[in-house]
């Protein structure tokens, strides 16, 4: 893999403000949901059963479940739950005292204590070992900004084995905020998030790293220090070889691309072109990281929370080049769908399923199900208000529908109560499990003061 080191221009920094999962939403019932493509063809005339069994789980600690993002957007504070070769389950939460990770048994019950790994401020990856886990978080860290480092936490049979800092001086970076993706091959991890310089070439200004670790805990080979610049989302899929498949929104050149091996410079296959600003980029993908599906046949999936491209150029007021300017086709975030014929190039263009005007597509987010079919899922805002890259509005529902590898629609759309607030789990048999907060979501103000707590986690499954 190449380095893809670049020289960033003067003036392009940014502040950013306190950032973790975004959720809103897509529209409840056909009246709601509006126009949805033709293209997208039919639904079939089978009706599966979209509706998820939940089981609940008392917390030992209080999970501050909503967070401030830009504009002090309500947000989702991100969960990831992770399934073991055994077919055991691990959630991750945030807490005041650290990062809980939470056991459960293949059914979604809690099957012993958490394991707290003290220090631990966010949740950005976990993959779950028959023996223990591995978190991506962050640590206190000493630097000239005084922000925390990206770190891989492992622990085996409830003690902690490694803790392996990914940022530091000698590499002239840090990470305030992860929204990152942790994966395993079965040899080693790749993590994948958000740097800020501290010193050198990037000095104050904000990109993405990819570091692949061993079984041990060892930095390799692979990777880079530098690549997406700014970089407002994250989709990772660890590969038996080579380099892992890799996705990135980048506000610089303004839109999404395939990253895979060399960074995302200039030349990264385009997947889409957007408007990659404050929120409306930062929340195509909700809490700043996307799902990355991969079929029988190699091909990859993404979904996303689009505004489209009305036009596409580079900015001439940008002496570097590599600057963007695009034009929203839509005021609001639709739906849009991208396949990826191979880990290295990008479609020719993503397939948008909704055209809904005044309705807000939020927390897009797309899973396996079943042998050859897609669970696309998406929350909605009626009645949306859009203003500075962020969108206020009333919660209509949490939307369920079925999809083909060509995008064409598989079943009716089905609203559920079960919201997905946090990274899946994929177990043996094909069920998806995941974690979120029990409450019903309200969107119709900023977040301005504390975040509400819960004690309990409502563990969602939903079988093909």
Request: proline share 5%; aromatic share 8%.
């Amino acid at each position: 893999m190449t380095s893809a080191r670049r020289t960033p221009t003067s003036g392009h920094r940014r502040v950013r403000m306190a950032r973790r999962p975004l959720v809103a939403g897509v529209a409840a019932t056909a009246a709601l949901v509006g126009v949805w493509y033709a293209t997208a063809g039919a639904a079939t005339t089978t009706a599966p059963n979209l509706t998820p069994t939940t089981t609940t789980v008392s917390l030992p600690a209080k999970f501050p479940y909503l967070s401030a993002g830009y504009n002090n957007t309500r947000e989702w504070t991100r969960t990831a739950t992770a399934v073991a070769p055994n077919g055991t389950l691990r959630v991750a939460w945030p807490a005041a005292d650290g990062v809980h990770v939470t056991p459960l048994t293949a059914a979604g019950k809690r099957s012993g204590a958490d394991t707290i790994v003290k220090g631990a401020e966010e949740v950005g990856g976990l993959v779950a070992h028959n023996d223990g886990f591995a978190l991506l978080t962050r640590v206190a860290d000493t630097n000239k900004w005084k922000e925390t480092a990206a770190a891989i936490v492992r622990y085996t049979g409830g003690k902690q084995t490694f803790r392996t800092k990914l940022t530091g001086t000698a590499t002239n970076d840090t990470s305030p905020t992860l929204d990152g993706r942790l994966t395993w091959n079965g040899s080693k991890y790749g993590a994948y998030f958000v740097v800020h310089g501290a010193g050198g070439f990037a000095d104050g200004h904000f990109g993405d790293k990819l570091s692949y670790v061993s079984a041990k805990g060892a930095g390799l080979s692979g990777g880079w220090s530098w690549g997406c610049s700014h970089n407002e989302g994250i989709a990772l899929h660890a590969e038996k070889t080579g380099a892992f498949t890799s996705l990135c929104f980048d506000d610089w050149r303004s839109g999404l691309f395939v990253s895979t091996g060399i960074g995302a410079p200039d030349n990264a296959p385009v997947v889409q072109r957007e408007q990659c600003w404050a929120g409306y980029c930062g929340g195509t993908y909700p809490s700043r990281t996307g799902d990355l599906v991969k079929s029988s046949t190699g091909r990859y999936a993404t979904a996303f929370a689009s505004r489209g491209a009305a036009s596409a150029r580079k900015n001439p007021d940008d002496s570097s080049g590599r600057g963007w300017t695009v034009t929203p086709k839509t005021s609001t975030h639709q739906v849009a769908v991208a396949f990826l014929k191979n880990r290295n190039s990008g479609p020719g263009k993503a397939i948008h399923l909704s055209n809904t005007k005044g309705t807000e597509h939020v927390n897009v987010r797309l899973a396996p199900y079943g042998k050859d079919r897609l669970l696309l899922s998406w929350e909605s805002l009626k009645d949306a208000k859009c203003k500075d890259g962020t969108c206020t509005g009333t919660f209509t529902g949490t939307h369920f529908r079925l999809i083909d590898w060509n995008g064409r629609f598989q079943s009716a759309t089905k609203v559920v109560g079960a919201r997905i607030t946090g990274d899946l789990a994929v177990q043996k048999d094909g069920t998806l499990t995941w974690a979120s907060v029990p409450v019903t979501p309200s969107y119709t103000t900023a977040l301005t003061g504390a975040s509400p707590i819960t004690r309990t986690l409502q563990i969602a499954r939903l079988k093909p």
